[in-house]
């Protein structure tokens, strides 16, 4: 009898319900594509801040060879610092000379992973995608120009009483200090500047917010000590910051809209509550207790939310891909996980909007049916 | 026969008005009494508090062995569920509810619902055909006899009948009145509101109140 009596009502009560079953749909389509957007947008803007390349730079402290690091002891400290796979590369720098005796900037480093952390080079030739290769090197373009380098040239380099020779994999434009670098495979740089496991520094690609950035800086530069971790072009702190700022923006909105759901639901609850007493009164002189009675009520007003949570739901799955397609230009998934939330919530907004059926806790039925 | 009802110095006062003042009287079981009085002369507050709709300031309403005065709220909800059934004269049917459902809903709130024994009910007050029906699709007559149908349901002890009918045309009221004498005939106790003295002239008993007191006692049917 109770499905009954629940169907029976919400018959009923029809034109009223619904408007607050729009107020709640709607309300549910834009909290759940917040939600929607809130989870997909890490990995959006993730994806988006990885194609700006390494953002942090452990060095050592002092300068000249009092700033070299040792690799293995740095890249441990990093690794327990940060575990998970953050992209990273070290470098070594040392001033080479040519057969010629002209001065040249030469860099070694990992030449596999160099390249994903600084995106923005354009490599004319080929790229190296071997950490170990110590035969290929890439040139920056003005080292290209002044020395006539081309992919396939040979380039020997000294340095003191060594040398080394390459052959050129490709030209790199980088709009930066690659531009007038040779880059070559870490080890042979070190072979040649007689430097083995120094380094000057580690550029690396760190995820998250400024917390975990100071959480990283701190552990690091604790573990290795002389190092000196900074954030490069502010780009971690302004990444975590943005994350953070979405998040506040899509907790606020969403309270918001619940709110707003709920004060809509309340109005409708309050105008079916005064017409309802009559009912109540009647209900109450055939013997049902307040809380049976309001029970059914607060049943129909459940069944308003889930209803309302589910449909917003479908409504919000549409709205979060056609959002992502405006605004990232790639289709956000809808996240099924947000469903059963949106529901929770919904529900919990519809019975905290049903509180004017408290009032008919004080109906009395002999007045009620007395017709006042 | 045994007292069902034994109402003993009965006061209602609601601020400045004794709506109540000592009322004393009883009534058997099986008895049909119309309650009669002018308007304000404290006959529909007697049956809401006989019906547990309501509580005397003071003395004493006992119904079947139970004294109403004394329950607290839950304990008047039960009593209305077990004891009484109610007969309005605005009919007070659920809109949305079909004719049946009106019934069941009495069922509902005493304890089981049963869907064959409501449909009975409707039948043995001629509304066989109107099962499906909700109240707007249903006359005056009609409803009032739903309202019988569901007052019945619960086998209660005692039917409270207030101007029963008040609202009802004379054919339809004619139809209203026969069940009543039919239940009546049946052994059910009955205590009914009315004006129309012809309809009072139907009772075991008249009792007539005024300004809230016991005016005068009419028997029509000899002593039982």
């Known amino acids: 009898m109770f499905g009954r009596l629940l169907w029976r009502l919400l018959r009923g009560n029809r034109g009223r319900l619904t408007i607050a079953l729009v107020a709640i749909t709607a309300g549910a389509a834009v909290v759940s594509a917040l939600l929607n957007m809130e989870i997909d947008v890490r990995q959006k803007l993730g994806e988006e801040f990885r194609t700006l390349g390494a953002n942090v730079v452990v060095s050592g402290r002092g300068s000249g060879d009092a700033a070299l690091l040792a690799a293995g002891k740095t890249e441990q400290a990093i690794q327990s610092a940060a575990p998970g796979g953050n992209a990273y590369a070290p470098y070594l720098y040392v001033v080479a000379r040519t057969a010629e005796k002209r001065p040249v900037v030469l860099a070694g480093t990992w030449l596999d992973l160099a390249p994903a952390l600084t995106p923005w080079w354009r490599i004319d030739g080929a790229a190296i995608s071997s950490r170990d290769d110590a035969n290929h090197c890439l040139v920056g373009r003005n080292v290209a120009r002044q020395f006539s380098l081309s992919p396939g040239s040979s380039l020997e380099l000294h340095y003191g009483e060594n040398s080394a020779r390459w052959t050129v994999s490709g030209v790199i434009s980088a709009g930066d200090d690659e531009d007038d670098q040779v880059i070559a495979n870490l080890a042979s740089v070190q072979n040649l500047a007689a430097l083995n496991d120094r380094i000057q520094m580690i550029q690396l690609r760190l995820s998250g917010a400024p917390q975990e950035f100071q959480k990283f800086s701190t552990q690091v530069e604790s573990a290795a000590p002389g190092t000196e971790v900074r954030a490069i072009r502010q780009i971690s702190q302004a990444e975590g910051n943005l994350l953070g700022r979405i998040q506040l923006l899509v907790l606020s909105m969403s309270v918001l809209i619940l709110v707003l759901t709920g004060l809509c639901v309340l109005a409708t609850m309050a105008a079916l509550a005064m017409e309802r007493r009559a009912d109540v009164g009647l209900m109450k002189a055939l013997g049902g207790t307040i809380g049976r009675v309001v029970t059914l009520f607060l049943a129909e007003v459940g069944v308003l939310g889930a209803a309302g949570g589910v449909l917003g739901y479908i409504a919000g799955a549409a709205l979060t891909v056609w959002i992502g397609q405006r605004v990232f230009g790639a289709a956000i998934s809808p996240r099924l996980e947000v469903l059963p939330l949106t529901v929770a919530l919904t529900v919990a907004v519809a019975l905290a909007g049903a509180l004017p059926l408290r009032l008919l806790g004080r109906v009395k039925p002999a007045v009620i049916l007395r017709g006042e | ?224």
């Open chain 2, 1 to 224: 026969m045994a007292l069902l009802v034994q109402v003993e110095a009965l006061t209602k006062v609601y601020g400045r008005v004794r709506a109540l003042d000592g009322v004393t009287f009883g009534v058997e079981s099986g008895e049909w009494i119309a309650m009669m009085g002018p308007s304000g002369s404290g006959k529909t507050t007697l049956i809401n508090i006989l019906g547990g709709l309501d509580t005397p300031t003071s003395g004493r309403a006992v119904v079947d062995g139970v004294d109403v005065a004394r329950f607290d709220e839950a304990g008047l909800t039960r009593y209305r569920a077990e004891k009484v059934g109610f007969i309005f004269q605005q009919f007070h049917l659920v809109s949305y509810l079909t004719a049946v459902e009106n019934v069941m809903l009495a069922q509902y709130f005493h304890s089981m619902t049963d869907e064959g024994d409501a449909k009975r009910a409707l039948e043995r007050v001629g509304l066989g055909d109107r099962l499906e029906h909700l109240p707007a699709q249903l006359s005056g007559g009609e409803q009032q006899r739903v309202a019988v149908a569901r007052a019945l349901i619960n086998h209660p002890k005692l039917l409270l009948a207030d101007e029963p009918t008040g609202n009802l045309d004379e054919a339809n009221e004619r139809i209203v009145i026969d069940l009543l004498r039919e239940l009546h005939a049946e052994g059910h106790t009955i205590v009914m509101v009315t004006h129309d003295a012809s309809i009072g002239g139907l009772a075991d008993r008249r009792i007539e109140l005024a300004h809230g007191r016991l005016e005068q006692i009419t028997s029509y049917t000899p002593e039982r």
